[in-house]
């Protein structure tokens, strides 16, 4: 009967951490994505620039929160498999 419950609190353990991973990474994917638009914004680039700027804070804020959710989920195995 204990197994159960080790099993089950392995599993709300790692829903937690999928959940976390994902707003961590959606997070910082916005927060990207601002920092490289603000500054466009405030110079008052041209279109193609503009819209140059909008398609490299896109693809960067992708790629940091990508880069997020994989840390995230690859220290929570490691610790899993430590037994912490």
Do not use: C
Not at 44 to 49: C, I, L, R, T
């Amino acid at each position: 009967m204990d197994m159960g419950r080790e099993s089950r609190r392995e599993k709300d353990a790692m829903t937690v951490e999928i959940v976390f991973a994902l707003v961590t990474g959606a997070l910082l994917a916005a927060v990207v994505f601002a920092v490289a638009l603000i500054p466009a914004f405030l110079l008052g680039v041209s279109e193609p620039a503009g819209r140059a700027t909008l398609m490299g804070g896109l693809t960067v804020g992708a790629a940091a929160g990508i880069w997020r959710l994989v840390l995230v989920l690859r220290r929570f195995d490691a610790h899993r498999r430590q037994g912490r």
